[in-house]
């Protein structure tokens, strides 16, 4: 737990996680290892006449995008928090998350019209080049995957990038065996066939970064937040009568906030308790809740009320 009216601060153990140094270094190193191979890939598809490839090529360069915006974001959120700036600029990475998921969807819109089109009217494609590139895609992707399974995968950008990656992998699976269908029988309708196979998965993938980046950019709850629970865990914390106002959202990836107003015995107050059941609820919280950040403000009884009819 981070920080609370009276600014105590608590450290969570959260065991190993890669340094924003690390992830760095694996992002740099998979953005190249797919920048070079995505070039290659759209010569071969070009010559060959492959949409299964090119729709791959297309997918592959949402890749490229989700983790050249993730090294962008990364930067950004390392700064501090300045001036107007409070909590830094750690939503930077939520938006490029964002950004991805719409291309994503576009793309594949894209790629689905014209793969309806060869399907009705399939255009001759060269298997053996589909084939080749395929097999090299593959292991392209399975290096790209492991590197950034290796990188922190908690933030939002990160995840989304290696989903990306693992989306790809399926797609190169796809498409080399419709490869091998067309030079085993000749049906160049398997191409298209896997083209809109790597649409499913593109468009999951996107479905998936909008849904969790606009979770957190409309400010809900974690998705794995029972609000009820931290209320009963807050009231049975001792002297603790009421409490109003619970808000829980996600500043950015793996960084949750709370707040809440917390009435308390009118005793709590006269006699300098206060500061102690503050104490109590911040380790009723950390004992029970992965909260990063929190602010509490207690309130006497009638406290509420008495507010409540002031504005009215």
Do not use: K
Not at 84 to 97: C, K, P, Q, V
Not at 101 to 120: C, H, Q, Y
């Amino acid at each position: 737990m981070s920080t609370s009216t009276h600014g105590a601060h608590h450290a969570h153990d959260h065991g190993h996680v890669p340094s924003a140094d690390a992830d760095r270094r694996h992002l740099v190193a998979a953005l190249a290892l797919l920048s070079t191979f995505l070039v290659a890939e759209v010569v071969v598809a070009v010559v060959a006449g492959s949409l299964a490839l090119l729709s791959d090529a297309g997918h592959m360069l949402t890749d490229v995008a989700a983790i050249a915006l993730a090294l962008v974001a990364a930067r950004l959120a390392s700064r501090p928090a300045a001036g107007a700036w409070t909590f830094g600029m750690h939503r930077a990475e939520i938006l490029s998350a964002a950004v991805n998921g719409v291309t994503l969807v576009a793309i594949s819109l894209v790629v689905a019209v014209e793969a309806v089109r060869r399907l009705l009217d399939p255009p001759g494609v060269s298997g053996w080049p589909v084939v080749a590139t395929a097999l090299v895609g593959c292991l392209v992707n399975i290096a790209v995957a492991w590197l950034l399974a290796r990188a922190d995968r908690r933030s939002l950008n990160v995840e989304g990038a290696f989903q990306h990656v693992l989306t790809d992998l399926y797609g190169f699976v796809g498409t080399l065996v419709a490869g091998l269908v067309i030079l085993a029988t000749g049906w160049t309708r398997a191409d298209p066939i896997a083209s809109l196979l790597v649409v499913a998965l593109m468009l999951r993938a996107g479905w998936r970064l909008l849904r969790d980046s606009g979770r957190i950019l409309l400010e809900a709850a974690p998705a794995d937040t029972d609000l009820a629970l931290i209320r009963s865990h807050l009231l049975g914390v001792p002297h603790v009568r009421e409490v109003h106002d619970l808000h829980v959202w996600t500043v950015t990836s793996a960084l949750p906030a709370l707040s809440a107003h917390v009435v308390v015995d009118q005793a709590c107050f006269a006699d300098g308790h206060a500061p102690q059941i503050l104490d109590q609820i911040q380790a009723c919280l950390a004992g029970h809740f992965d909260v990063e950040h929190s602010t509490f403000q207690l309130e006497p009884p009638g406290h509420a009320q008495h507010e409540a009819g002031a504005h009215s």
